[in-house]
């Protein structure tokens, strides 16, 4: 048998509108919520949102999430 290897993809969101920590909470936490995610880091400076997720999202559920927190969804990197 060999062992169980776990693949990881990380992605880089653009989102607008974050202005403060609580605004990257807020988007961090609607994204978390989706199903195979492991990690968020949400950066209001720069608007980037950093996912881990054990396989690759569907856009749809991340624009979804974003869209929940009061934000926009403008791309990925």
Request: aromatic share 2%; proline share 3%.
């Amino acid at each position: 048998m060999t062992p169980e290897t776990k693949s990881q993809v990380t992605t880089v969101y653009q989102v607008t509108g974050m202005t403060c920590g609580h605004c990257e909470g807020a988007v961090a936490g609607e994204i978390s919520e989706i199903e195979g995610v492991t990690s968020v880091r949400a950066t209001a400076a720069t608007g980037e949102v950093t996912v881990v997720s054990q396989a690759p999202l569907d856009e749809a559920a991340v624009r979804a999430a974003v869209d929940e927190a009061g934000y926009e969804l403008t791309g990925q990197h």
